[in-house]
């Protein structure tokens, strides 16, 4: 593998690109946490193999010991001798009165006065207890001997003096010693055994083969991940077939194999014409020639070019590794506005994202995931208290019900009775968004800074007025294709355009979910401006880019290579952020999800935030429609014409919670949209701009039509 055309920074990045000092598994918790799991699994897994061939161990060494013993002694045996300089000495032989000869033969003489006198002393060490049982004499004599030598060599000099001090020390060890040595204890016997026993196992693993382990047992623990390296990473990939990527030495090295989280992460710079996609595409044969389980290699597209292919591969399969805790599984409030954990990626690090402001399409295959994603998404936006939640479970499976609990709407089923309520609420919020958009728009930039949009400042400031409006809707395809009314149809496809454009901004949040993801479930008026995308497994290339956004595919977004097994695991694709795969949160069953549902509804009574269909309020009390309303103030005033703005001034009489802030602007704008013409009328004599009755019961009769 060729590392050496890098550029400035580490792997050939810029400066600003270096790889820090510390590993990043020394300096996140979670990466240290799961790299010391591994490591305690993996060495438990070799001790126990350990266990189980300890006594071949045993023998084998035993076996190897006498060719220990020999090798031992050949490298005492050279050591003594001094080979190295015995042979540059012999090298200058011809002319021993050469200054290189004279030099040789000192340093030999020296190194061999010097090694025999540390051999006899390590020898002595060793040997002494032995001796000092069976032969404390010859030991005494032996140590009085290297003593003086000791002393001889320590002392500078060589003279008679020196002699006779040396030869005093070794006389005297020699006639006292064994009196000493005769009032210490005699040691027990198991000592001497074990020394011997240890000693023979000693040099049983020096005589060992160097070229092989004493145990070959290539069995493999579940859960015990062998290290990856960068080697076999440019080997497999070699393996996948292509004829510009034969050679391990044609693909570059970015970044070494590092641990990362709960695996190992190595970025790759591929051969010239070789793409990262092109690798992801064989994601299958990827991993068997790494001998990894489909489920543990991720390949993706690095950030440089399209070449760049970056690696992760996790130590479990994704869909069965433990998932890191989820934060408002038992407590915690949500802000829409704010980052929430939504999902967790292969790092099993908690990727958050803002609701707010965005719209949403979730597809997938049946079973995948996608409807437990829904729930999960309802009960997030209903730990925000300032939110209403209407949820339109048009599968009919009662698999939302858990949000029923805290749901200012939730409707389950695809009647043509089911259908009728749930565009009449789909009507109310397009009439809440037109009634917001007034609002903010009169609204000066000292009581709201972020001109033409609804703010967290104001959603909390007044939840009636602008808090959060999450809709909820499973199986989106019934409004869109499946229901036979074609009239009723197109309306839910208007109204959800104009919400998919217009409501993010007026704190409008709306979650299409489809296991259809084609043209006709999901309208391309509705799927060009939503702002997020989740798909789960889906069979091709269409459906993937229904859902991802057009040519996704091609650049390497590819939900088709999710396994069957794979159920949670999506392509997640927010606002502004690269697409990345995620994991929904796991164990949210029905019965957990309940209890969130629980502690929502308890958060929203505390705070006196719980409406419409979970307070057993009426529909009508929070879904007023403005042409019943108008309907009603001109028949209760008994004219059949009437002014906008006294229109609006007996609207806000009638209903001022909901009235009381709509101009005159927007309440003609409002008219014009539900089919009431607004010309000039003429009363006591002042021509203005106004409504008659006819017109206001033709439009509210042709609703009520198209609903029914």
């Known amino acids: 593998m060729t590392s050496t055309e890098q550029g400035p920074g580490p792997g050939g990045g810029r400066a600003g690109d270096r790889e820090p000092i510390l590993p990043p598994w020394a300096t996140d918790r979670e990466t240290l946490r799961a790299t010391a799991q591994v490591l305690a699994h993996r060495w438990v897994w070799r001790g126990g193999r350990a266990l189980v061939a300890l006594p071949r161990v045993l023998v084998m060494l035993v076996a190897y010991s006498p060719r220990g013993l020999a090798r031992v002694t050949g490298a005492v045996a050279r050591y003594l001798y001094d080979q190295d300089t015995a042979d540059l000495r012999h090298h200058h032989a011809r002319n021993i009165q050469t200054a290189e000869y004279q030099r040789a033969h000192t340093a030999r003489r020296t190194n061999l006065h010097a090694r025999w006198v540390v051999a006899g002393t390590v020898v002595l060490l060793v040997a002494g207890p032995v001796l000092a049982l069976v032969a404390p004499q010859a030991l005494c ?178 869909n069965t590794a433990r998932q890191a805790p989820w934060s408002l599984l038992k407590a915690g409030q949500v802000n829409l506005f704010r980052p929430v954990p939504m999902f967790t990626n292969q790092r099993n690090q908690w990727v958050e994202t803002t609701i707010a402001y965005t719209a949403w399409i979730v597809g997938a295959v049946p079973r995948m995931g996608k409807t437990f994603f829904v729930r999960q998404f309802g009960l997030v936006a209903g730990l925000d208290t300032r939110a209403r939640v209407l949820v339109f479970d048009l599968k009919g499976t009662g698999d939302l019900s858990p949000l029923a609990k805290f749901a200012h709407v939730y409707s389950v089923g695809d009647e043509p009775e089911d259908i009728a309520y749930q565009l009449g609420r789909m009507k109310w919020v397009r009439d809440e968004m037109r009634r917001r958009s007034a609002l903010v728009r009169d609204l000066t930039l000292e009581q709201n800074p972020d001109k033409g949009k609804v703010t967290d400042a104001l959603a909390t400031a007044d939840p009636g007025k602008y808090g959060p409006i999450v809709v909820c809707i499973d199986e989106c395809q019934v409004w869109f294709e499946e229901f036979p009314d074609k009239a009723v149809r197109d309306e839910f496809i208007g109204i959800c355009r104009d919400l998919v454009k217009r ?184 021509n203005t701009s106004g409504v008659r009755a006819a017109d206001v019961a033709a439009a509210r009769d042709d609703g009520e039509a198209a609903a029914g």
Not at 630 to 641: E, P, Y
Not at 669 to 674: D, G, M, N, S, T
Not at 679 to 685: A, H, M, S, W
């Open 141 to 318: 004599i032996a140590v009085g001997v290297l003593a003086g030598a000791w002393v001889v060599k320590l002392i500078p000099g060589r003279g008679l003096g020196e002699l006779t001090v040396g030869a005093a020390v070794a006389g005297a060890i020699a006639w006292w010693g064994p009196g000493v040595l005769a009032t210490i204890p005699r040691p027990p016997a198991w000592p001497l055994v074990a020394a011997g026993a240890v000693l023979v196992l000693v040099l049983g693993w020096h005589g060992r083969n160097r070229d092989r382990h004493l145990v070959a047992d290539t069995r493999v623990s579940p859960g015990v991940v062998l290290p990856l390296r960068a080697d076999v990473v440019t080997r497999a990939l070699c393996d996948l077939g292509s004829s510009q990527m034969k050679e391990p030495d044609s693909i570059r090295l970015l970044m070494d194999v590092a641990r990362h989280g709960p695996g190992y992460q190595i970025d790759l710079e591929l051969p010239p014409g070789v793409a990262a996609s092109w690798v992801m595409e064989r994601r299958e044969q990827f991993a068997a020639a790494l001998r990894r389980e489909l489920g543990c290699v991720w390949p993706s597209i690095g950030p440089r070019h399209p070449g760049h292919l970056s690696v992760f591969v996790s130590d479990q399969p994704m």
């Open 503 to 686: 409501g993010p901004a007026l704190g409008i949040i709306v979650v299409w979910a489809t296991q259809k993801p084609d043209a006709n479930a999901i309208p391309t008026a509705i799927k060009d401006n939503a702002s997020a995308r989740v798909c789960f497994k889906v069979n091709g290339w269409k459906s993937n880019d229904q859902v991802l956004g057009d040519s996704s595919h091609k650049e390497g977004l590819k939900a088709t290579q999710f396994a069957f097994e794979d159920k949670g695991i999506a392509y997640f694709r927010g606002e502004g952020a690269d697409a990345q795969i995620v994991r929904t949160v796991f164990g949210l069953d029905a019965v957990t999800s309940d209890k969130v549902a629980d502690r929502a509804r308890q958060l929203r009574l505390a705070a006196g935030r719980l409406t419409g269909a979970a307070a057993d309020l009426p529909a009508e009390a929070d879904a007023p429609s403005l042409l019943d309303d108008a309907h009603k103030v001109l028949t209760d005033a008994g004219v059949d014409r009437i002014h906008l703005g006294d229109l609006r001034a007996r609207l806000a009489l009638l209903r001022s919670t909901t009235w009381s802030t709509l101009t005159v602007d927007a309440l003609g704008q409002q008219l014009r949209e539900a089919g009431v013409p607004t010309p000039g009328v003429k009363i006591e004599g002042r």
